[in-house]
């Protein structure tokens, strides 16, 4: 049986019409900054240092990688929770277990494109995904298209949210992570690979299969509003709650259009002991729809032992604030959940090009 092609990120469904208007993106590093901002407080004690670090032209592996090498680390050491554009200004934490009196080694990783901005201890390792939040300011450089339809694309997507793609880049060149994780689930010993490995391949599939989800609702005008069966997600939360039959009212609408509560789709994987954030009836419907048009996928997953979860449709953009530059230039500047791409709000505004 023929495996069913894959489906190019550009053809996914647009809430807003595919834009006519283009720009250059990343022209220069500083034309792509971002600041991570972390969901607790640190201790001031513990084994684990925290690092705040601005890079430039890093990857965030990379920045992990030297930090490793520079202090003598082993992988299991270092610790980030985001990962952050290599062509871009960032600011993000990292943590290292290292010994009080081996700080001073810290000097070796600065080299004008990794900077120390901050040092605090803390108790546990940072984790992946436990940051709150990523703050952003972009520059498109030679805008190309209509002012006036750009700016009523941004106030359409505060009012009603941004969808929730998943970036390009968790496919990575050519979709070949799909590739390789559609190669890589029908095998029976899921320890082929690292763990690290294993980790980017599942994740590229399920991403995948949950973009096809949000195409369909937005194709079909349901991705920003309730449908019965729906399982309905807190905003900036990973927490979702069912809605029995019945029981949608005003005041659900009302957290619905004010973007405090969002539709969500299934990361796909096996049944969990919880059944009570499975949707039902029409909602249900359009997932197992996309989901069995990838049944090698979706079984590759189940067998590998991936549980199913749950994602919201779309996302809210807060603090998004826009200028314009002459004589063609818009700056943006936004702050976004975990989770949740640049490159997703950018889709739906015009199309870029970047220069390498």
Known sequence: MTATPFVPQDQLAYALGRPAASALLKTRLEDFLVDEALGFDLTGAGEHLFLRIRKRDYSTPDVARKLMQVLGLRDVDVGYAGMKDRRAETTQWFSVRLDESAEER???????????????????????????????????????????????????????GVPNYFGSQRFGNYAANLQQARTFLAQPNRKKLGRKRRSLLYSAARAYLFNLQLSERISQDSWNRYLPGDVMGLDGSQRCFAVADGQWDEDLQHRLESQDIHPTAVLAGGRGKSKSYESHGAAADIEEAVLAQYEDLVAGLVQHGLEASRRSLRFRVSALEWRWHEPDNLELSFILPRGAYATSLLRELCQTREQC
């Open 106 to 160: 810290l000097a070796g990783v600065q080299d004008g494109q990794i900077e120390i901005l901050q040092k605090q201890r803390n108790e546990r390792k940072l984790k992946i995904g436990s940051h709150r939040e990523n703050h952003f300011r972009l520059l498109l450089r030679d805008f190309e298209g209509s002012r006036e339809d750009i700016e009523s694309r941004l106030h359409k997507l505060q009012q009603y």
